[in-house]
């Protein structure tokens, strides 16, 4: 390989510095990405890959400068960073190498402007480990939100999680369970060292510093300038909430769907009336972060059922919200300096409807606390008033920003123009009339300036010395001129207008900085409209669709009466989804579900742990009476067979994360346990499934929800005094499975797993074998059972009613031997006539781990046709 030009090796040397970024090479009108760089962005780009330098052969690919925007978009989507290289001098002026230098470095926690989503915050966390203490700091570069807190690996976990940034930094290597986490929600986790520290509000914890200086550092090393535009680091406690980790906010598709990851199908979706996006990006934190506090929940609940009863306020509440743009958004972009004026005069709009929302809630600061003081920033309304034409440009260089009448030398150099223009239009008149021209007129381009054009028809019958006019263009059909007067003239209008812009530019500058001043006010507004937002939204969801006001039980009492899914419920036709009660309290505490597959069970527990949320983030809930505890966390665990997640559906992680709410779940905690064991062996399954429901029973006696298709654990009720059955009812009818979807006291009678079989279409012949086996699996059990069988009613019994509760290890232990020999035994049996032993006995000699699937088939087909 031959030595690199000088412009690689200044490319070469740039890139080693910012190694773990795409760089955007500026060369003229491109920005250009050279080796690996190139390979990775043409094929994430889908553009070309070219080679630079035919004989080194360097790969190479290039964006045009002016439509770079939406390439940097896609790549940051994807999770990289690019550095943008710029060239820092004129390369016409230049002898030699351009110059050239990073000035930012885009990474997908620090974009900004339109290529962020409005409707929710774009975080860059930073995470820092020191000892068994976490701390954790984050910001929303584009509001300049900042806010820290300190907590143990669980919190921080679950608070990450509520968190979910877009980017995470840590000050070291995270251990791998937490790594592995971290990357569950972004792919872009850098661990950064620096020993900057910036000015920090006084009284900021000292321990939390670390966090804040080593996340503000890292804005400032990829923004490249000073940071104005964050906040003051706010201090929170994580614990001020309900505790949600990753897999119950994954499970109970809150903000995401597990199946597409989209916002379709989940609670989120559900309330969509927020009029500004600051309230959709509230939203969002609330259903994260359920409230704890009773005062508090209450206040929300309060101000929901105001607007309830308040039709006419709440119609011009939204009627004011809707001309409410993005305030939080806007001010941050004042603070960062890249407000145009536009954007100005949506602010303006904005703070118009301040006193307005004001006065709406003024006669109810009374009624309910959470209304008063909506200040109005009438100073900053009045300045943008004044000063700000209605529709400006968006450019600031360009001039057309301000008033008339609001500076006196910018009125001067506008009457310059304007009279020039008069002036202009007389000349025209003028000429026509001295050389008898009619279609003589006076033009303007931008390489010629002013000139006067007359068609070559009629320059024929005059001679154009006798005017003074000089030829300044020949086109095919007209000659273009000038004269001294017009040239004169065109020096005056054109200064005036290049002074005018200066000046506007200026003057844009200044008033600026002076709403800058505003921005602490204007962002407490801000935060209080967002509320505001939230809660007409919960009271226009409520109306229409028929929620209740929850009430927050004092008992630890959970008493839900006819409660709808919100989500599933919107998918039927009216009335067709067939609402359910529940009741759960220090008595009974633990349900255990039974029912069909497909009947319902796993819908009506996460309506049940849905309403406990909706409830806690202050909203009414779908059911006709709640009565509510308050729970401080909500586990999930869903069977492996209804996990979704790819890749991920072991039987380790379900044992993980059952591990998780067991170890961490309390008495005022909500478990979710959706057919847990179901990703191992039936015996291994249930055996740990009905420990694990004796240990929710005896050891922690949070409220439980256990859904299974183990029926032999129905009998539990009789040994735990705080469980009780329940199933789903579903109907035989004609031999056709028919779902009620109602909820029942009592263990299911039938598993109807055959049925549902036939519902999918299986061939007849293996339902009709499945019917016969499952009656003699049957009449098996009820022979030779003590412990699990069935009685007359299909219901389960045990028969060793001396066993008492007291004892109910032993009595478990002996239920599940048995249980084991109750299934097992009848296999001997399987396939009816000792005829066929021999084939048993050649199936049991099989070395299945040695043959090939064909072979395995042949062998198969063999055997059946063995079969007598
Ligand atoms: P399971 O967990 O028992 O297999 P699911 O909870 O997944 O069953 O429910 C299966 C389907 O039944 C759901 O997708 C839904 O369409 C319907 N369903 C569940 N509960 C109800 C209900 N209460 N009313 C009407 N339809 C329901
Ligand atoms: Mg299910």
Redesign the pocket.
Known sequence: MSKPTPMMTQYLQMKEQYKDSILFFRLGDFYEMFYDDAILAAKELEITLTRRDKKNAIPMCGVPHHSAKGYIERLIEKGYKVAIAEQMEDPKQTKGMVKREVVQIITPGTVMDDMISENESNYLACLHLSGEEYTIAYSDVSTGELKVTQCDETTMLNEMSSISPKEIIANQALPSNIDQHMRLMTNVVTIYASDASFEIVDGLKETLQPAVNLLLSYISETQMRALDHIDQPIEYAALGHMRLDMYAKRNLELTESIRLKTKKGTLLSIFNQCKTPMGNRRLKDWIERPLVHKEQIEERLNIVKLFNDEFILRHNLREALTHVYDIERLAGRVQFGNVNAKDLIQLKYSLEQLPRINELLNPFNNVVKGLEGIQSLAPLYQMLEESIMDEPPTTIKEGGIFKDGFNAMLDEYRDAQKNGKAWLSELQAKERERTGVKSLKISFNKVFGYYIEISKTNLVNIDIAEYGYDRKQTLSNAERFITEELKEKEALILGAEEKAIDLEYDAFIQLREQVKSYIPNLKRQAKRIAELDCLQNFSEVATNNDYTAPIISNRRVLEIKDAR?PV?EQV?ERD?????DCTLDDNGFIYLIT??????????MRQVALISIMAQMGSFVPASYAELPIFDQIFTRIGAADDLVSGQSTFMVEMLEARNALVNATENSLIIFDEIGRGTSTYDGLSLAQSMIEYVHNHIGAKTLF?THYHELVGLDQSLDGLNNIH?AAKEYNGELI?L?KIMPGAVENSYGIHVAKLADLPDEIISRAGHLLESFENYSIKDLNFVGRNETGTPKIVDESESKHNQGLNSDVRMTQGNQAIMQPAFDLFGESENNEIITELKNLTIESMTPIEALLKLQQLKSQLK
């Not at 067709?576 to 359910?580: D, E, L, T």
């Not at 597959?597 to 796993?602: C, D, H, I, L, Q």
Request: charged share 5%; glycine share 10%; no cysteine.
């Open positions: 899914h599933v039927m067709q989804y067939v609402p359910n029912g069909p597959n497909m009947s319902g069970k796993s819908t009506y859904s789903v779902f979807h």
